[in-house]
């Protein structure tokens, strides 16, 4: 199992790399490639499996958002910040759920949901493609990409944690108010 720890940089856990460097050994975040300091390494918990949610985004201030609206409700989270970088961590992590956005610069989140579709490993995750396009062929372009289910951008943490619950099979919790409307 590979090693993670807190990146302050990517602001989610995500899995490190060693590094040795003028006789000094360390770590560094396999996402961002930043280096990551020895305190922000995660220990193991006890209790219930979390289930882990990779978001792939280009707008770093929406992958702050959905991570930290997905950690505080409990899910483990990762991030990648454009469709390569996505599809290469989502090969490795396997992730429960993957939140991927369709404009994306030199891969688009539907050539990505594509690439992960071809994937064993991938073929049944659910993916849920996030776009501020208002084109009314893109729930046909997505779901030929393979995508399980498309939601539109802006949002709120209600309605990304819903579609999350929502696309898991996960019982929604009906004293929480949710927003979220398919």
């Not at 856990?13 to 390494?41: A, F, H, K």
């Not at 071809?118 to 393979?146: F, M, Y």
């Not at 802006?154 to 898991?168: D, K, M, T, Y």
Request: aromatic share 4%; with cysteine.
């Amino acid at each position: 199992m590979a090693r993670k720890g807190y990146c302050p940089h990517c602001r989610s856990v995500q899995p490190l790399g060693e590094y040795e460097e003028d006789g000094q050994s360390g770590l560094w975040c396999r996402t961002c490639r930043n280096p990551m300091e020895v305190s922000y390494i995660e220990k193991p918990a006890a209790g219930p499996r979390r289930f882990t949610v990779l978001c792939i985004d280009d707008d770093r201030i929406v992958l702050s958002f959905c991570s930290d609206a997905l950690e505080k409700e409990g899910f483990h989270t990762l991030v990648a910040d454009d469709g390569a970088a996505g599809v290469e961590t989502a090969k490795r992590e396997r992730p429960d759920l993957i939140l991927l956005d369709v404009m994306m610069p030199r891969m688009t989140g539907l050539e990505a949901c594509r690439l992960m579709r071809a994937e064993p490993t991938l073929r049944d995750t659910p993916i849920v493609l996030l776009t501020a396009s208002d084109d009314p062929e893109l729930g046909l372009k997505a779901q030929q990409a393979g995508a399980t289910a498309s939601m539109r951008k802006p949002f709120g943490s209600a309605n990304i944690i819903g579609a999350v619950e929502q696309a898991l099979g996960r019982r929604i919790d009906p004293s929480k108010p949710r927003a979220w409307h398919p």
